[in-house]
Nanobody
Framework: QVQLVESGGGLVQAGGSLRLSCHFS????????MGWFRQPPGKEREFVSAITWSGGSSNYADSVKGRFSISRVNALKTVYLQMNNLTPEDTAVYFC??????????????WGQGTQVTVSS
């Protein structure tokens, strides 16, 4: 069973930066594409970013392109989300996800518990 543990959330002023981390355990990390979703208060959960199992490719939601950067270190079984130039609209609970790379579906197989990011104006 895969476990995902996020960290790095918190309160930051608009224009500031945060780096989220997600540690993976329970399976072979390099068998999984990793991603981040977020759920703003009162809204649906939405995709933020994803990175392939090797780290060779990544993609982003339009709302975060140019401000957020996803990366992974397979030796550490950790995926990161660097968030720069944060705005109050980025306030949300951020969830780490893992998707088995041999799956025919893009739906994440595992979710973390989430970490709160609050951006004050």
């Amino acid at each position: 069973q895969v476990q995902l543990v996020e960290s790095g959330g918190g309160l930051v002023q608009a224009g500031g930066s945060l780096r989220l981390s997600c540690h993976f355990s329970g399976r072979t990390f390099s068998d999984y594409h990793m991603g981040w979703f977020r759920q703003p208060p009162g809204k649906e959960r939405e995709f933020v970013s994803a990175i392939t199992w090797s780290g060779g490719s990544s993609n982003y939601a339009d709302s975060v392109k140019g401000r957020f950067s996803i990366s992974r270190v397979n030796a550490l079984k950790t995926v990161y989300l660097q968030m720069n130039n944060l705005t109050p609209e980025d306030t949300a609970v951020y969830f780490c996800t893992a998707t088995f790379r041999y799956s025919s579906s893009d739906t994440p197989d595992y979710w973390g518990q989430g970490t709160q990011v609050t951006v004050s104006s």
